[in-house]
T-cell receptor
Framework: SQTIHQWPATLVQPVGSPLSLECTVEGTSNPNLYWYRQAAGRGLQLLFYSIGIGQISSEVPQNLSASRPQDRQFILSSKKLLLSDSGFYLC??????????FGPGTRLTVL | DAKTTQPPSMDCAEGRAANLPCNHSTISGNEYVYWYRQIHSQGPQYIIHGLKNNETNEMASLIITEDRKSSTLILPHATLRDTAVYYCIVRVAFGDEKLTFGTGTRLTIIP
């Protein structure tokens, strides 16, 4: 079965600073990969998904971007963080079973 | 918007069966019912899914009514570690990339 790693686990960043969150997957090949965000007290919002290397679909236009440089690596980035970017960022992967499995998450606080 | 309705909270005594209901009256014929749970500060955990037949795995059982307009997730012998928010989600298999999480049911297991 697949294992999802997310780095870092927690992050505190000032407004206007850049962001890079990493997600790596083990135990599977050619997965679909996803970035979700969960704001405090709210549901999960899909931000980006990828069906393959270099292929990114954006669900919510904002100051975030995603990249998939390798089959099992998915990166979420921002050039300048906003206060509203604070939240719990979750990476998920989906294999041929069509079920999404989530990583442990990164808690981002923008001050 | 979520296509499901769940009670906001429930309590269950430790060792008893926890029965979590979900209404999905507008479900389409090709939509599956998925259940996830989220323990505080962790990523969502997949539990089980089904189309129309009842399903059972090592974690839980899923009972879907004959008209498919509602379902019940059953945790047969609840433990304190089952305290979490439980989400019922409907989605088209091999179609929807996005999992739409509603507000879920906050299940508290009481010692």
């Amino acid at each position: 079965s697949q294992t999802i790693h997310q780095w870092p686990a927690t992050l505190v960043q000032p407004v206007g600073s850049p962001l890079s969150l990493e997600c790596t997957v083990e135990g599977t090949s050619n997965p679909n990969l996803y970035w979700y965000r969960q704001a405090a007290g709210r549901g999960l919002q899909l931000l980006f998904y990828s069906i393959g290397i270099g292929q990114i679909s954006s669900e919510v236009p904002q100051n975030l971007s995603a990249s998939r440089p390798q089959d099992r690596q998915f990166i979420l980035s921002s050039k300048k963080l906003l206060l509203s970017d604070s939240g719990f960022y979750l990476c998920a992967c989906k294999t041929d079973t069509d079920t999404q499995y989530f990583g442990p998450g990164t808690r981002l606080t923008v001050l | 918007d979520a296509k499901t309705t769940q009670p906001p909270s429930m309590d269950c005594a430790e060792g008893r069966a926890a029965n979590l209901p979900c209404n999905h009256s507008t479900i389409s014929g090709n939509e599956y019912v998925y259940w996830y749970r989220q323990i505080h500060s962790q990523g969502p955990q997949y539990i089980i899914h089904g189309l129309k037949n009842n399903e059972t795995n090592e974690m839980a059982s899923l009972i879907i009514t004959e008209d498919r307009k509602s379902s019940t997730l059953i945790l047969p012998h609840a433990t304190l570690r089952d305290t979490a928010v439980y989400y019922c989600i409907v989605r088209v298999a091999f179609g929807d990339e996005k999992l739409t999480f509603g507000t879920g049911t906050r299940l508290t297991i009481i010692p």
